[in-house]
């Protein structure tokens, strides 16, 4: 269980932090690149959190930590094809920005 809130917390931050950024990556689904969580998981957050809203100290992410079991399997998927996509985008960054090994 402590698995499922932890990878709850970290898709819900990862989905607003999106959806505030904005950047089309073409990776499918609408702005922010958040392959569709807004459509899959519009009625699981407004029901379970009505009052909750997107940004910091909005409430998504403790609706997300305390409701992620809850919530829709097509939320749940979208919410970790999301995650895998936005892992991958750090991955790419962390080797490109890693110091170039000069070999003799």
């Not at 950024?21 to 009505?50: H, I, L, N, S, Y």
């Amino acid at each position: 269980m402590t698995h499922s809130r932890l990878i709850a917390v970290t898709l819900a931050v990862a989905c607003f932090a999106s959806a505030a950024t904005a950047q089309p990556d073409g990776g499918g689904g609408g702005r922010g690149g958040g392959g569709g969580v807004r459509e899959a998981c519009m009625a699981d957050f407004q029901k379970a959190c009505p009052d909750a809203k997107p940004g910091p100290g909005g409430g998504m992410r403790e609706c997300a930590k305390a409701h992620f079991t809850e919530f829709s399997q097509p939320c749940q998927s979208a919410l970790q094809a999301m995650r895998a996509r936005m892992q991958s985008r750090r991955d790419s960054q962390s080797e490109s920005s890693a110091p170039a090994t000069n070999s003799p």
